[in-house]
């Protein structure tokens, strides 16, 4: 089992930043491929980035590449998101995820176990 529980979300205005924080307590962090994904009111949840168990591949849907920054640091059990000139449509509840696996899947339900989500709201 693993408990991911995610911070940092917030109220903040358009172009501002925003850092997420994903904690990692049970089993060993650095066996999983971490993902970030998010759900706005009435739409289906969606990949945001991943990265891999050893931090050395990054991954990002087209959105939010050259905004969206995905690290971990495996010594803290902790995955963080760095968004950069966040938009209104950025604003969604976000999940960090854990996936069992070698491989990058940006499918949610690749995904084993889930935070609760952190609420983030752009204003413009």
């Known amino acids: 089992q693993v408990q991911l529980v995610e911070s940092g979300g917030g109220l903040v205005q358009a172009g501002g930043s925003q850092r997420l924080s994903c904690v990692a307590s049970g089993r060993i962090f650095s066996s999983y491929t971490m993902g970030w994904f998010r759900q706005a009111p009435g739409k289906e949840r969606e990949f945001v980035a991943a990265i891999t168990r050893s931090g050395g591949s990054t991954y990002y849907t087209d959105s939010v590449k050259g905004r969206f920054t995905i690290s971990r640091d495996n010594a803290k059990n902790t995955v963080y998101l760095q968004m950069n000139s966040l938009k209104p449509e950025d604003s969604a509840v976000y999940y960090c995820?854990?996936?069992?696996?070698?491989?990058?899947?940006?499918?949610?339900?690749?995904?084993?176990?889930w935070g609760q989500g952190t609420q983030v709201t752009v204003s413009s």
């Open positions: 995820a854990a996936d069992n696996s070698i491989f990058v899947r940006k499918a949610s339900d690749a995904y084993d176990y």
